[in-house]
């Protein structure tokens, strides 16, 4: 385990791990964790990777981008970060009730009223509210623009009554435990900034109530035992909810900087410009360093234009923040690639 993932993560009381299995396939609507090859117990993964959700603050920008319902969009979340946890926030078992085609009719894992995974069409259902909820914190973080055209975006019509238009606020929000979104009307009439408020509370306050707070007995700064207060997660649905809580809460939403990707995402602290890296990447923000690169050719043919100008190195370097040695080097390459 990281040791700054395990530091991150106490410090906001939370200590719940969540496990990754050995793969990941789509079958029968489900998304079914895989133990070489075959179909496992959701959430029962021992001895395979786990990781600490709370320490991941890119967990909603990842989420939100399965919100294509794309099997490889799906799969990819997944098989970085595990299911969301259907099972551990059942609210009516009843329709899962039955299911033996996974598992066959004498394992244990077939016995009524237990999923064989994720259903697909509530993981989606997540990945698109947790993007909604992410696009209005970050148009609320951006001005009364940013959230009038998002907000004016949401406006469908319900039906006519004579002749007039009944036109309203209308989303589909996931909700912890169902199986499909719940389809959530608002009155057109307020201020686009409150509309957005109540959509992201109405959304967030439904997908919360799956943590609670618990005590537990810890080594103390003295050496003696003592009580720590730690928040316990049922799922990693709980986990992504909360990053987006405290977001809105005080926390902070950007709009990433790279001109290709500029979405949403959780940032840790005001100063962050761009995309967390995802859980494996090893290295800055894919997105950072694509800007980067990008950056370094465009001055690299900057500096081959200005020199086939008749501008001095040096002048070329303090136009472009550059050492000399740096543009001599880039000037260089050209005449070398020019004379091949």
Known sequence: MDPQDFHESRRRSFASLWPVADGYRIEGGYLLPLGEGSPVRPIHHDGQ???????????????????TGDDDDILAFTRRYGLLGYMQAWSFPVEEAGITWIFGEDSEQA???LAPGDPVA???????????????????????????????LLKVVRGEHGGIRDEVIGYDAAQRGYLRPVQC???????????????????????????SRQLSVQPQEDGELGFESLFEPHNLADCVY?????????????????????????AQSARVQYCPPPRGYRGVSPCMNRTKVRRHHKHKEEARERHEAGESIKAIGEALGRATDTVCRWVEDADNEGGK
Not at 185 to 211: C, F, K
């Open 122 to 152: 509530s993981f989606v259902g997540h990945a698109k509210t947790v993007q909604l909820v992410l696009n209005l914190i970050g148009a609320l973080g951006a001005g009364d623009g940013a959230v009038r055209e998002h907000v004016e």
């Open 185 to 211: 009307d608002m009155s057109v009439g307020g201020e686009p900034r409150h509309v957005a408020l109540r959509i992201i509370e109405h959304v967030l306050n439904a997908n919360l109530p799956g943590i």
């Open 49 to 67: 990777d786990a990781y600490l959700p709370m320490a991941r603050p890119e967990l909603p920008r990842e989420l939100a981008k399965a919100a």
């Open 242 to 266: 909360w990053h987006l809580a405290d977001a809105a809460a005080g926390g902070w939403v950007r709009r990433c900087a790279d001109p290709r990707c500029q979405a949403f995402f959780v």
């Open 111 to 113: 016995a009524p009223g």
